[in-house]
């Protein structure tokens, strides 16, 4: 039998989830929206239906505005809420998505209380937190899309700037996913090669930045919503090393009992996710400069989290 997954929204990044999805043959997709939108959400299922046979997968998509629908999925991507508009901060969302992460968290606990969660809603350091905290589910099994595309940008600019292959960069962004989370050139490499020794500190201070402020730099560019390709193919990434059981190491944030010194907390850090979910937690040895703008996003990620009253 093929797997289930249900995608939680069906917007700008839910339909290409739901493509990336069926091109990947990960399973078969549900696509669940508020009832004003079924009617278009089922548009777009029949469309990727109709894809399928030059696309050359298997998977069968379907659309609802009923929780019944996504019973005993594997996997479960939230998408549900508002994207941020040209001059918003990501908090300038949390009201609003906290409301529609309360009733998503209610659904899915009560339909696919033992998918793998993904939550990508911004605020997404709340949203997870609310999520975590409304589904009462073990840590295991929830995970916050952040630190999968923040170190997907990180990686993207690199290469960029430097003239190499992407699939040759590789580093880390831990963190909160805002403008203090913190990309760690130490241990970023170029094939193998320490992105300290090829880029001036210039280069490297200019890429950073450029990362912690990727999201709103396409913000200003559409004028109207927000990203949408990269952050379904980090999700996508993070559903498939669950379902392959792939064992990937990425950048999650995922709830912390201790790891770096915080407790209660979902913190982008490095996570391996197998068929457990989040398996494991990687602490890294951090410089004290380091450490520093860790502590300094922790505290960010603390307030948002308290601002949910969860
Ligand atoms: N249940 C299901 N779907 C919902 C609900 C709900 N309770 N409330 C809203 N939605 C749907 C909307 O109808 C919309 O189709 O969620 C979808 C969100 O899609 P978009 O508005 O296109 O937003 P998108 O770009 O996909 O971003 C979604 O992810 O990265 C974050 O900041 C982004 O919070 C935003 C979210």
């Not at 700008?12 to 069926?22: R, V």
């Not at 840590?139 to 290469?159: E, K």
């Not at 379902?243 to 990425?250: A, F, S, Y």
Request: proline share 5%; net charge neutral.
């Amino acid at each position: 039998m093929r797997k289930k997954i249900a995608l939680i929204g069906g917007g700008q990044i839910g339909q290409i989830l739901a493509m990336i999805a069926a091109q990947k043959e990960l399973g078969d997709i549900v696509i669940l929206e508020i009832p004003e939108l079924e009617n278009p959400a089922k548009g777009k299922a029949l469309d990727l239906m109709e894809m399928a046979p030059h696309g050359n997968y298997d998977a069968k998509i379907t659309a609802t505005s009923d929780y019944k629908d996504i019973a005993g999925a594997d996997v479960v991507i939230i998408t549900a809420g508002r994207p941020r508009q040209a001059g918003m901060t990501r908090e300038d969302l949390l009201a609003v998505n906290l409301q529609i992460i309360s009733v998503v968290a209610a659904g899915v606990k009560q339909y696919a209380p033992k998918a793998f969660c993904v939550i990508v809603t911004n605020p997404l350091d709340a949203m997870v937190y609310a999520f975590s905290k409304l589904t009462g589910f073990p840590r295991n099994q929830v995970a916050g899309m952040a630190g999968t595309l923040d170190t997907a940008r990180w990686r993207a600019f690199i290469a960029m700037e430097l003239g190499v292959s992407v699939c040759d960069v590789s580093g880390t962004v831990l963190g909160g996913h805002g403008p203090d989370m913190v990309p760690l050139p130490r241990l970023t490499t170029v094939g193998g090669v320490p992105l300290t020794e090829i880029a001036t500190k210039e280069q490297i201070e200019k890429l950073a930045l450029r990362t912690r402020e990727a999201g709103t730099e396409i913000v200003k560019l559409f004028g109207k919503g927000s990203a949408f390709f990269s952050p379904a193919w980090s999700a996508i990434v993070m559903a498939e090393s669950y379902l392959h059981d792939k064992r990937r190491i990425l950048p999650c944030a995922a709830l912390c009992e201790g790891e770096y010194g915080v407790k209660g907390l979902f913190i982008g850090v490095p996570a391996m996710i197998s068929a457990k979910g989040i398996e494991k937690i990687y602490e890294i040895k951090l410089t004290e400069d380091e450490n520093a703008l860790l502590q300094k996003t922790i505290s960010g990620v603390k307030k948002t989290a308290e601002e949910t009253k969860l």
